[in-house]
Structures are given as structure tokens and as C-alpha cells.
């Protein structure tokens, strides 16, 4: 799936939201989209779904089946939970044994028989989220999928979503609080001042991110800097030798 040159804003008045943003997402890619508040990653979000259109640019090679979570689950609609997975799963031509596999994982069958806007905000998350899952989604979007979510299910959730990328399904997700940091493999990407940028992977468990410092100093220092710095926990190669002009100033 391909994001290229795609720039949005609301209204022709608005403000640019997102500006010339570009990503290529394969098969099995699951991606944080973080950012400050306001900057525009349910915009993004959105839009990969498909649920806004590009005023320019485009979305292309988006997979068949999409599941859309939205950070706030409209729980004001008269129906039970049950009724409206049902109406949910007919509508995607899925067989309702899914909504019974989808409430056990998401911890939500005691829910089944409640009406929605009877639902606390968690519960009715909960509910958003089972509607995206029911169609195996080939590309799923969910947006701040951890918020108010309970211990248990925010503890399943990354393997939900691990079980989504491991069968060829493109993940992306709004994430904040960070819950998804420790997913091996994760793409992130941030939104800031209109422009998408990929950010560096975080490191996997067991390893640790090291920044590499070229440092030059005099030959008759170099030994108890080093020593200085492994103290402080460094890990110092010295490397060699270079010569350089250096002025009376730098060099005192
Ligand atoms: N339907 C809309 N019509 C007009 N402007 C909108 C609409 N939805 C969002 N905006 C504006 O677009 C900008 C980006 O909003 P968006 O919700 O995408 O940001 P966000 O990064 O997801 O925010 P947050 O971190 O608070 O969830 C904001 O200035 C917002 O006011």
C-alpha cells in the first residue's frame, strides 16, 4: 500500500492539515503514528482507511478489507451490542460465529445483551474495536486502541494485532501513551508540523540504542578520557590517530 504526495485540509479555508506525505506500508507492517496532540494523526488515520479522500495526492493498493477502530466509539445508537455486532457482521458478509470469538478475546461477553449508549466508554471501545476485527481485516486502523481499555485487554491487544500483521494484514495505529513500544518489529511514524516522518525503530528487547560520538582529542589525553568515559558507562574504542589544524584558541 502506497501513501504518495498526499496533502489534506478539511474545508478550502482550513488550514493544511497534512502536507505532501508520503509512506509505502507492506504486508505485514504494523506502524505507531505518534505526534502532538492536535497535529493531525486521526486525520492520517483516517485517510489510510480511507474513510476522508486526499484532496491531493493519493492511497493506492489499500487492501480489500479494512477495519477502522475510531478513538471514540459512537455509543449513541439504539441497539444492543449483540444486535449491532449482528448487523455489523450481515453488513460484511462475515458469519456471526465471529462476534462470539471476538467478544471471548476482547473480554466483552457479559456486554452482548447491553445497550450502547448504556455502555461505559471502555465497554464501548471495546465494542469498536470487535466491529474492526470481525471481517479480517487485511489493513487495520485503530486510533488510540489502548485508551480506557482494562488490564486484561490492553495485555491481549498487541497479540491481536500480532496475529493481524503475522497473516499478511497492514497495522496502523495511534498510540500515544506508547502501549505498542516493545512490539518487535514496530514501524513509527510521527506527525508534526504537517509532514509524516518515519522515525528510528525503537531498539527490540535485549538490545539497546547506542549513539556513536567521533571525538578528537590530544594523544596525551586520549587514555584517561577513555577511562573517564567507560566509568561513566560508555563503550570506548580509541581508533587510530588523524592529524589536524587545529587554533591556539580550540586547542587550549
Ligand atoms: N471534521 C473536522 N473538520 C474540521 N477540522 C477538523 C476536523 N477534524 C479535525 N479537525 C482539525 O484537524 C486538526 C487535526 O486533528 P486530528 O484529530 O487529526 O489531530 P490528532 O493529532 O489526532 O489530535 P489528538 O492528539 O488530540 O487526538 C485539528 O486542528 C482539528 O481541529
Redesign the pocket.
Known amino acids: 500500500m502506497r501513501i504518495a504526495s498526499l496533502s489534506f485540509r478539511?474545508?478550502r479555508r482550513?488550514?493544511w492539515?497534512l502536507s505532501d506525505a508520503g509512506l509505502v506500508l507492506d504486508a505485514g507492517d504494523v506502524v505507531e503514528v505518534t505526534?502532538?496532540?492536535?497535529?493531525?494523526?486521526?486525520?492520517?488515520?483516517?485517510l489510510v482507511a480511507g474513510l476522508l479522500r486526499p484532496v491531493r495526492g493519493s492511497v493506492e493498493d489499500r487492501p480489500r478489507v479494512v477495519g477502522y477502530a475510531p478513538?471514540r466509539f459512537p455509543a449513541d445508537q439504539p441497539f444492543t451490542v449483540s444486535s449491532y455486532l449482528r448487523h455489523m457482521a450481515a453488513v460484511r458478509r462475515v458469519s456471526t460465529d465471529a462476534i462470539g470469538r471476538w467478544s471471548e478475546r476482547l473480554g466483552m461477553d457479559h456486554l452482548l445483551g447491553q445497550r450502547l449508549p448504556d455502555l461505559s466508554k471502555g465497554s464501548a471501545h471495546k465494542v469498536g474495536l470487535a466491529q474492526a476485527l470481525l471481517a479480517e481485516p487485511g489493513l487495520l486502523v485503530l486510533?488510540?486502541p489502548f485508551a480506557g481499555l482494562d488490564a486484561a485487554t490492553r495485555a491481549e491487544l498487541p497479540r491481536i494485532i500480532e496475529d493481524v500483521s503475522a497473516r499478511g494484514g497492514i497495522v496502523v495505529v495511534?498510540d500515544?501513551q506508547g502501549d505498542l513500544r516493545a512490539f518487535p518489529g514496530l514501524r513509527r511514524c510521527e506527525?508534526r508540523d504537517r509532514v509524516v516522518r518515519e522515525l528510528e525503530p525503537v531498539a527490540e528487547a535485549g538490545e539497546t540504542a547506542l549513539t556513536v560520538l567521533e571525538v578528537a582529542v590530544d594523544p596525551s589525553r586520549a587514555s584517561d578520557l577513555a577511562d573517564r568515559l567507560r566509568a561513566e558507562g560508555c563503550t570506548v574504542h580509541i581508533t587510530g590517530r588523524i592529524t589536524a589544524r587545529v587554533t591556539r584558541e580550540a586547542a587550549g
Open positions: 478539511y474545508g482550513d488550514p492539515i505526534g502532538p496532540n492536535g497535529t493531525g494523526k486521526s486525520t492520517l488515520l483516517r478513538e486510533d488510540e495511534s500515544h506527525v
